[in-house]
C-alpha cells in the first residue's frame, strides 16, 4: 500500500522568510502529486498539482513544488511566505490500483504558523 | 459556482441516534468520497463511490454507511453514532478516481 510521510507536523517561520515542507512516499510507479492547503474552518483546496512533465511544479499563492522521482519526494517551498499563508499543508499521492482506478492516499498534514 | 456542498456543517448528538450527514455536488462528477479528519492523522478516506449505485469501503469504513443514488448526491448514514466517531467529515468529488479532488466545507460532529 502506498504510504505518504509529511516529516514535519508543526513548522513556525517568521514572516517573509523562506519555507519548506517536506514530503515522501513509497511508491514511484506513475505517481500523480497534490499539494492541498486547509485554512481554519474551511475544507481543503488544491495548491498545485503534478501529473507529468516538467517535474518544477508552480501553484497558487506563490507556492511550488519540486518532483524527484528518484528520492520520492514532492516538498512545497516558497521564497518568502506572509501571515496569511498561516494553514494546515497536506500532500496526496494517486497511484494505479485495479483497472483503470487509481488511488488517492493523504499525507498526516503540516501545521505551516508563520509569525510576525 | 462550482462546488461541493454539505449539511449540517456543526452536528451535536447522542450515542446511538441515527444521522444523515449529506454531500451534493454540481460539477457533474462521477467520483465521490467521504474522509474523516483527526488530528495528527490527516485525512482517512470512509467510502468512496465511483459512479451511481457504486460503492465502496476505504480505509476505516466500520460504523458508517452510504449511498448513490444519483450522481450528484453521495449522503453519510450513521446508524448507531459513537463517540469514538466525534471527527471533522469532509465530503469530495472529482471527475475520476485518484485525480483532483474539490472538497466541501466539512461537518464537525460531537457524539456525546
Known amino acids: 500500500a502506498q504510504s505518504v510521510t509529511q516529516l514535519d507536523s508543526q513548522v513556525p517561520v517568521f514572516e517573509e522568510a523562506p519555507v519548506e515542507l517536506r514530503c515522501n512516499y513509497s511508491?514511484?510507479?506513475?505517481?500523480?502529486l497534490f499539494w492541498y492547503v486547509q485554512y481554519p474552518n474551511q475544507g481543503l483546496q488544491l495548491l498545485l498539482k503534478?501529473?507529468?512533465?516538467?517535474?518544477l511544479v508552480k501553484g497558487i499563492n506563490g507556492f511550488e513544488a519540486e518532483f524527484n522521482k528518484s528520492q520520492t519526494s514532492f516538498h512545497l517551498r516558497k521564497p518568502s511566505v506572509h501571515i496569511s499563508d498561516t494553514a494546515e499543508y497536506f500532500c496526496?499521492?494517486?497511484?494505479?490500483?485495479?483497472?483503470?482506478?487509481?488511488?488517492?492516499?493523504f499525507g498526516s498534514g503540516t501545521q505551516l504558523t508563520v509569525l510576525p | 459556482e462550482a462546488q461541493v456542498t454539505q449539511n449540517p456543517r456543526y452536528l451535536i448528538t447522542v450515542t446511538g441516534k441515527k444521522l444523515t450527514v449529506t454531500c451534493s455536488q454540481n460539477?457533474?462528477?462521477?467520483?465521490m468520497s467521504w474522509y474523516r479528519q483527526d488530528p495528527g492523522l490527516g485525512l482517512r478516506q470512509i467510502y468512496y463511490?465511483?459512479?451511481?449505485?457504486?460503492?465502496d469501503k476505504g480505509d476505516v469504513p466500520e460504523g458508517y454507511k452510504v449511498s448513490r443514488k444519483e450522481k450528484r448526491n453521495f449522503p453519510l448514514i450513521l446508524e448507531s453514532p459513537s463517540p469514538n466517531q466525534t471527527s471533522l467529515y469532509f465530503c469530495?468529488?472529482?471527475?475520476?478516481?485518484?485525480?483532483?479532488?474539490?472538497f466541501g466545507p466539512g461537518t464537525r460532529l460531537t457524539v456525546t
Open positions: 496526496a499521492v494517486s497511484v494505479p490500483s485495479s483497472g483503470s482506478a487509481r488511488q488517492l492516499t
Open positions: 469530495a468529488s472529482s471527475f475520476v478516481t485518484g485525480y483532483e479532488q474539490y
Open positions: 503534478y501529473l507529468s512533465g516538467s517535474t
Open positions: 463511490s465511483m459512479n451511481v449505485e457504486v460503492t
Open positions: 511508491s514511484s510507479v506513475s505517481v500523480y
Open positions: 460539477m457533474n462528477h462521477e467520483y
